[in-house]
């Protein structure tokens, strides 16, 4: 069993590599006492043990030595002593702030079904047990849940806050996180992933210090400048070792997380969503819930908690149907043929795309309406007959013809003002009447808080996919929301309006993946700018970035991968020079870096010239021939990008028996270090063939492959030698497997 109660006061839960432990204070409310490597035999009297601090508020005067304002707590609340920044706050109707919520009962939960109507984790009664804390505030008439689900074999903790009004009158919610930690000191740095379009999700760290220290991000979306994560990592460590406590949060829309350290060096860490701009009316008998909140540690450094992260994301929040299902090789227009599309091209397109194996064709934007810049036509998602004349249905069907799956993109939460739904509906753009409008690309958002928004959009779609019978949808969002108010809400509410809007994204996908189970989602956002747990809950792949350069690249997809597994990665091949960066790097370089995740292509490939064709064509076999590795395999970091001039990674099959590593170098170095390549992971007694050559697991781990230099400066001089070959921009390729015993 995961969970244990003891003397009705202590609660502990245990996954297979960590203890979390908490306990009811005098006061009623929860004391946090441990979170970390798992413990044998916790001592309660001493993981209880407190400090009489002078000039302190008191729980009571009889208990000095009792102060909020320093004993750990699982969801601390502001005003009764406790000064660091609560989990939550309500305003009763009397306007105080004031709350306390006491213990009543607990349960235990086997088991954790998928509901789909919230973005949410689940599970069998074999991998997840649930504990379901009751509390309540008598005077405020609010019952609070809070939920921690243990999955063991992950060494992952869920938590989630449900506050129920039981009373007669409305409460305020004005704050409402998903989760609070308070750690015992600040030895730590906190990790974060941040950026901007373009170049999302580069690593970023700091030290701790005394204060608040907070990533977040206020655009009712996760955002490429800030993803919904953070870790804090003991100073020393790295990649492969040191103790690491990772946060994500289950949620698309505006989001914190903060790390306060407070005057005695605790460390209190909150995640959920960001208050700022956030209430919620409690009305009697209702309840809410907040977004969940994952949590995991590791002894074994960041690929320690990525590992957790991405089997935790695999088995118990992507949805099932897609995560052992083989993800197509596509090829995407977009960069191919931007606005400027027809019929024959796209057909033509799909001609060169089955020659070299790829197996789904995405048209992107464009289609619709009269859209030929970013100018129009959101909103009309009927086909543009002048560019397809044959309609959806008839392009379907020319693709399909090809042997290809056919993709098509939309745009769903958005209208332009030239369109024929704004002129219908211009009530449905959100935006504050009386006041100006701030255009963002051209376009404004649709209030999906209201029902028959989300309709209108499920109607359009779901007719689309039944016209062209489409197995793959990509769904893009291209602006932040300003003006933030509907038309709908009454005053009291309009602080709800961004939790009802991703409430409402959320509805509509739910619709979409329950009336169309066959249907790949892909998200997107200006590339990666909504690529969060709470997505890929609906959509098993995110497009990672606008930016398909090679080198841009490894920094974005060894961010990503931090958190997110391989399977929910896009990386597609893209054109040079590349349209970024104008950088020129070879086909394999850019393939060798596209391979580390959900392959494509995005360049138009009617106009390759037949060697590339060729060396494509052999890429993506090659591709495919390892695709469940390169899809499902376990992704572990080596030389990080953010470190210097190279970067490796390799990912290994589950039963650690095949594998393959990449070794990537940015630019050639004159006269270079000796660079040797580590792989990590593997069993040090067992032999290996890499690329041909035979080593021990140990050899490999502890002193690695030699790696020579790319440019030998005596081959120049010979007159043999091809004056124009470059040596900036390089990869190199490993394929590791291991010797069945009886051949060694
Ligand atoms: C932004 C996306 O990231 C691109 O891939 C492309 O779909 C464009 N939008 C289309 O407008």
């Known amino acids: ?101 006491a213990y009543v009962s607990h349960r235990i939960i086997a088991g954790k ?137 289950i949620y698309s829309g505006s989001f914190l997380a903060q790390a306060e350290v407070d005057y005695y060096d605790t460390t209190r860490v909150t995640l959920g969503i960001d208050p700022f701009e956030f209430g919620w009316q409690l009305t009697p008998g209702t309840a809410f819930s907040t977004p969940e909140a994952i949590l995991t540690y590791s002894d074994d450094g960041f690929n320690g908690m990525s590992h957790n992260f991405h089997r935790f994301m695999t088995a118990h929040l992507l949805p099932p149907h897609w995560v052992h299902t083989p993800r197509p090789v596509l ?15 796209l057909i033509a397109l799909g001609k060169q795309a089955k020659a070299v194996g790829i197996e789904l064709l995405v048209l992107d934007d464009g289609w619709f309406g009269v859209r030929n810049d970013a100018t129009t036509s959101l909103g009309d998602w009927q086909v ?27 745009e769903p939460e958005m209208i332009s003002v030239q369109s024929r739904l704004y002129a219908a509906h211009p009530d449905w753009a959100i935006h504050v009447p009386d006041r100006r409008m701030t255009p963002s690309r051209n376009q404004f958002v649709l209030d999906f808080s209201r029902a028959e928004v989300v309709d209108a959009m499920f109607e359009a779609i779901d007719a689309a996919i039944v016209d062209a019978q489409l197995d793959y949808i990509k769904w893009d969002m291209n602006r932040h929301i300003t003006e933030l108010y509907s038309l709908a809400l009454p005053p009291a509410q309009q602080k709800e309006l961004g939790y009802r809007y991703i409430q409402g994204v959320y509805t509509l996908y739910d619709r979409l993946t329950r009336a169309h189970p066959e249907v790949l989602f892909e998200s997107c956002a200006s590339g990666g700018g909504r690529f969060d747990a709470g997505m890929l809950f609906y959509a098993p792949q995110a497009w990672t970035s606008d ?26 091949i893209s054109a040079v020079p590349n349209h970024q960066t104008r950088r020129i790097t070879s086909l394999a370089m850019r393939a060798a870096v596209a391979f580390f995740g959900v392959l494509g292509v995005e360049l138009d490939i009617t106009r390759l010239p037949e060697a590339e064709l060729d060396e494509l064509r052999d890429l993506i076999a090659a591709y495919k021939a390892q695709r469940s590795l390169l899809q499902q395999g376990v992704l572990t970091r080596l030389e990080s990008p953010y470190d ?65 230099q790319l440019f030998d400066i005596r081959k120049a001089r010979e007159p043999s030698f091809d004056q124009t070959h470059a040596f900036d921009f390089t990869a190199r390729l490993f394929t590791i497997t291991r010797i069945e015993e009886a051949s060694v």
């Open 547 to 572: 930016d398909t350069d090679a080198v841009e690249r490894l920094k974005i997809q060894w961010g990503t991968s931090m958190v997110y597994p391989l399977s929910t990665m896009g990386a597609h």
């Open 644 to 708: 210097g001039n190279a970067t490796a990674w390799q990912v290994m099959r589950a039963d650690g028996r095949t594998g393959l590593a990449a070794r990537y170098q940015v630019m050639a170095e004159p006269n270079p270090d000796d660079h040797w390549l580590r792989l990590a992971g593997l069993d040090p007694a067992a032999a290996y063939l890499v690329n041909g050559q035979r080593f021990m697991g140990d050899e490999l781990m502890h002193q690695g492959i030699f790696i020579p």
């Open 331 to 345: 090829i995407n227009n977009w960069e191919a043929t931007y606005f400027d599309f027809d019929q024959a091209k």
């Open 384 to 410: 543009n007959v002048q560019k397809l004349p044959d309609g959806l249905g008839g392009l379907g069907q020319a693709i399909h013809g090809l042997g290809l799956k056919f993709g098509l993109w939309f």
């Open 113 to 249: 079904p998928r509901e789909t109507a919230f973005p949410a984790s689940f599970g069998e009664p074999e991998t997840v047990d649930t504990l379901v804390v009751t509390l309540v505030d008598p005077v405020a008439e609010l019952t609070l849940e809070l939920s921690f689900s243990v999955f063991a074999a992950v060494d992952v903790i869920v938590r989630r806050a449900t506050f129920r009004n039981s009373g007669q009158q409305t409460v305020a919610l004005d704050r409402a996180l998903s989760m609070s930690l308070d750690l015992p000191d600040s030895a730590y740095e906190l990790y974060q992933l941040s950026g901007a379009w373009a170049r999302e999700r580069h690593l970023y760290h700091r030290p701790l210090t005394r204060g608040v220290q907070a990533v977040s991000s206020t655009r009712n979306s996760s955002s490429a400048q800030h993803n919904p994560f953070l870790a804090l990592a003991r100073p020393g460590t790295d990649e492969q070792q040191g103790a690491v406590f990772g946060f994500s949060l």
């Open 1 to 101: 069993m995961t969970i244990h109660v003891t003397d009705d006061r202590h609660f502990e839960l245990s996954t297979d590599h960590t203890s979390y432990l908490f306990n009811i204070l005098p006061t009623g409310e929860l004391g946090h006492l441990y979170y970390g490597p798992r413990l044998r035999e916790p001592n309660y009297a001493n993981l209880e043990a407190n400090e009489f601090r002078m000039v302190m508020p008191v729980i009571a005067a009889d208990r000095p030595e009792m102060s909020l304002d320093h004993l750990k707590q699982e969801y601390p609340s502001y005003g009764h002593g406790d000064f660091r920044y609560p989990a939550y706050q309500i305003t009763a109707p009397n306007g105080a702030r004031i709350s306390e919520f």
